[in-house]
């Protein structure tokens, strides 16, 4: 299978569709972004990264954070982790308040607004919020082979001044004493790691150990445990795109994860990581296009995590 061909093909066939769905303006640096870019990088698990568009052009991940959050929280944590936040979808949209009160400040999962805010928080851990955002930056260069991932302070301050909602979220979760750090504290590593700057290359490269059981099978670098690995795969497909989770799976079938830069991560476990942007969004938050890429990608690679056949090695 050529599967740089395919990645061009992709990108060639839906090229003129750059621009559709709208940007994430309730974010007033993200309205700035051009709406036309597009990129793909797909990495498989020897080393190769096939890439077209604007694959090295850095772009903010947003939710897509999430992902790499989780998996860290639950090496801190373990499975405690599990008592403060849940596994099951939302079907809510992202940044959703209502399912909070009736269930005690324990969000539905690790991947909505609120449940990556309690991630966040047991992330931090007891060390405070400078360590644990210097931590994720470090993981995420060794990650990428790339000391250029940064983050784009400009983003951040952007999402803190417009963000009444998170804090609401964040408060209203810490009404039910389920916070270990104070809410700004909290609020303020959240917002840094929303605001990753990272290309499509270096996307697909850090989260190659999702498609290798927790392991980066170029750098041998441990991400997390084996099972955790296949449960975040588990959790990405049930709860990755909120109330477009069910769509996602149908139209794709891969785990995946959405973020408002219009950044959609997917892995394909023993096959391949992609990365995907087109800052263009659905009501739901997923990158327009980029679910579009992956679909086609899913069609003529015949990969699915619901087909036996395509995951036999
Ligand atoms: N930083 C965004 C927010 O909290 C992330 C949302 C997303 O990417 N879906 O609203």
């Given at each position: 299978m050529n599967l740089q061909q395919i990645v061009d093909d992709t990108w060639n066939t839906l090229?003129?569709?750059?621009?559709c769905g709208t940007l994430a303006t309730y974010i007033p640096a993200l309205?700035?972004?051009?709406?036309?870019k597009f990129a793909i990088a797909l990495a498989t698990p020897d080393g190769a990264v096939h890439c077209a568009g604007d694959a090295d052009e850095p772009f903010s991940i947003q939710s897509i954070s999430k992902v790499f959050v989780l998996a860290q929280a639950l090496e801190r944590q373990g499975p405690a982790l599990w008592d403060a936040v849940?596994?099951?979808?939302?079907?809510?949209?992202?940044?959703?308040?209502?399912?909070l009160e009736r269930e005690k400040g324990?969000?539905?999962?690790?991947?909505i607004n609120s449940g990556a805010i309690v991630t966040t928080d047991r992330f931090i851990d007891d060390r405070g919020p400078e360590d644990a955002v210097t931590d994720l930056l470090q993981r995420l260069r060794r990650m990428a082979r790339d000391?250029?991932?940064?983050?784009d302070e400009r983003v951040a301050r952007s999402e803190s001044d417009a963000g009444a909602r998170n804090r609401s979220l964040a408060f209203f979760i810490a009404d039910f004493?389920?916070?270990?750090?104070p809410v700004e504290e909290v609020l303020s590593v959240y917002f840094r790691q929303c605001a990753f700057a990272m290309s499509c290359r270096q996307l697909a490269e850090t989260s190659l150990f999702l498609a290798s059981d927790g392991t980066?099978?170029?750098?041998?670098?441990?991400?997390?445990d084996p099972i955790r690995a296949r449960r975040i795969n588990a959790l990405m497909l049930l709860?990755?795109?909120?109330?477009n989770s069910g769509q996602f799976a149908f139209e794709v079938g891969f785990p995946g994860k959405s973020g408002v830069g219009g950044g959609i991560l997917a892995s394909i476990p023993g096959k391949a990581a992609i990365a995907v942007w087109s800052p263009g969004l659905n009501r739901s938050g997923t990158s327009m296009l980029g679910a579009m890429a992956l679909g086609r990608i899913a069609r003529q690679t015949?990969?699915?995590?619901?087909?036996g056949e395509s995951m036999r090695h």
């Open positions: 090229a003129d569709q750059r621009g309205a700035e972004v051009d709406p036309n849940g596994r099951e979808p939302s079907g809510d949209p992202f940044n959703s308040i209502v399912q324990i969000p539905r999962n690790p991947f000391d250029a991932v940064t983050i004493g389920r916070l270990l750090n980066d099978p170029v750098s041998g670098q441990v991400m997390c709860c990755g795109h909120y109330d015949g990969w699915s995590v619901f087909s």
